[in-house]
């Protein structure tokens, strides 16, 4: 069974670049047909999908957040990294990575629910 664990500081600057990395065990993130995301959750808020990288390297972003949002992997360490640029008070939020299996065209990857593996979730508070 996959498993995900995020890590990364808890407190950023505004302003500043937040950075998270997952780290995968259990699968490969090179396995076909994997993708694996980021997600957050602000406070009393639903989840929101930020982007993903799948399994050959391709990454695609939440069109709201693509200009500020870069996800990368390090496959020799099975794990992905999301950096976030320019973040406000209004990036705080509960950081989840994830992991599901879906066909290229599907449209359920954007989709957090759909995801079948999930990281506990790290806090993100961004604050002077």
């Known amino acids: 069974q996959v498993q995900l664990q995020e890590s990364g500081p808890g407190q950023v600057k505004p302003s500043q670049t937040l950075s998270l990395t997952c780290t995968v065990s259990g699968g490969s993130i090179t396995t076909n047909y994997h993708y694996w995301s980021w997600i957050r959750q602000s406070r009393g808020a639903g989840f929101e999908w930020i982007g993903y990288i799948d399994y050959s390297g391709s990454t695609h972003y939440s069109p709201s957040l693509e200009s500020r949002t870069s996800i990368s992997r390090d496959t020799s360490k099975n794990q992905f990294t999301l950096q976030l640029s320019s973040v406000t008070p209004e990036d705080s939020a509960v950081y989840f990575c994830?992991?599901?299996?879906?066909?290229?065209?599907?449209?359920?990857?954007?989709?957090?629910?759909?995801?079948?593996?999930w990281g506990q979730g790290t806090q993100v508070t961004v604050s002077s």
């Open positions: 994830a992991s599901g299996i879906f066909m290229r065209d599907s449209d359920r990857k954007q989709k957090p629910l759909e995801y079948a593996y």
